[in-house]
């Protein structure tokens, strides 16, 4: 059996052939039927296939529980910009699993919470695990990354972490080149990638619209409607752009709050050829 690989970002490890890449992209668009997990069911079966898992402790009571999600979902519309739509994007932690394909091989959802989920993951056929939170948002929800790692290495499936702050675009921008490496080669090996945050709504669907962005003809307005079309989110676009600029400007990291607008949202082929060859170097 395989083991977990459980990981932060690293340098890349797995050959890319240039040929490789059109193929990983040539079905985007597969929309999967949003998965709802149900705790109870997902308890026995965990107990039943493997008992040596230890069960995920109580959440809280309703009452606090429901306090819980509330905060998160209020701190969450306020920092990411979205108190001003009619309907802002929410998390739920009971309904479990929520999730979209955005290519064959590539789907973005919410986190897995316990040893079920990933049971549910497995049987998707996912093999890597591309997770972009930090201890403290797993803590927040009590996940336990021991029994997540555990449940992957069970399944040979590898956990892969590139840690972002929740919320924070600055986090995000500095952390998307790594995460978008990561999926990539994950991808190119023959892999098939889960990559979550915590609600699945700005953090892992921004390493999907960069990916779109930087490995297809794809210019960045047109990665992220087509990703939000896919899944309704509002990841953040400037933290995108500011990690496009990043890989192709040399300039301080700094200057780029003095770029207009619409700098860095449209790239060339000779850009992305220069993108790829920093992410992956000679692999």
Known sequence: MLACSVRCSAQPQTRLAQAERPG???????????????????SAKTAAAAP???EPAAHASKDSAESVVEKYNREMAEKMGWTNL?????????????YHYVAPDLVVGSQPRHAADVDDLAKEGVTHILNLQQDKDL??????LHEISSRSA???????????????????RDTLPRAVREQELARAAGGKVYVHCTAGLGRSPAVAIASLYWFTDMQLDEAYAYL?????CGPNKDAIRGATYDLLSNRPHEHFQHEPDHAFATLSSQDRDVIRAKLLGNH
Not at 86 to 98: H, I, K, M, V
Not at 139 to 144: A, C, I, M
Not at 155 to 166: E, K, N, Q
Request: hydrophobic fraction near 35%.
């Open 154 to 172: 069970h399944h040979g499936m590898h956990l892969i972490r590139t840690p972002a702050v929740d919320f924070s675009p600055h986090s995000l």
């Open 24 to 42: 990983r992209w040539a079905h985007i668009g597969k929309r999967g039927t949003p998965f709802r997990s149900t705790p109870a069911a997902n």
């Open 139 to 144: 803590e927040y929800w009590n996940v336990s």
């Open 228 to 232: 939000t079309g896919i899944r309704p």
């Open 52 to 54: 040596e898992v230890v």
């Open 86 to 98: 009619a309907n802002p994007f929410e998390y739920n932690f009971d309904r479990g699993l929520y």
